[in-house]
């Protein structure tokens, strides 16, 4: 079992950053895969960026170089350093930790961007 819990979200104004931070404990391998999603209402959940394997990131289309995904191995812990925020930013953000058979999921944290 991998518990997540994610923190650092809030209101920011367009232009703005906000750094979320997601804590894992239990039985978490710095081998296995963490990323962050998002879901804005009336939408489904979309990836936003995944640290794989040998720390390779992923990102999403739209991030266009404004987030930065990173892990910290010693602390359980990913970030997503987020700049240039902007109003369709505006979702719940979560992340998640894949081991082989299963991917869990944190409760989430709300970003709001004013535009």
């Known amino acids: 079992q991998v518990h997540l819990v994610e923190s650092g979200g809030g209101l920011v104004p367009a232009g703005g950053s906000l750094t979320l931070s997601c804590a894992a404990s239990g039985n978490v391998f710095r081998g296995h895969a963490m990323g962050w999603y998002r879901q804005a209402p009336g939408k489904q959940r979309e990836l936003v960026a995944r640290m794989l394997r040998r720390n390779t990131e992923k990102y999403a289309d739209f991030v266009q170089g404004r987030f930065t995904i990173s892990r910290d191995n010693a602390r359980n812990t990913i970030y997503l350093q987020m700049n240039n925020l902007k109003a369709e930013d505006t979702a719940v953000y979560y992340c998640?930790?894949?081991?082989?058979?299963?991917?869990?999921w944190g409760q989430g944290t709300q970003v709001t961007v004013s535009s």
């Open positions: 998640n930790y894949e081991d082989l058979q299963t991917t869990y």
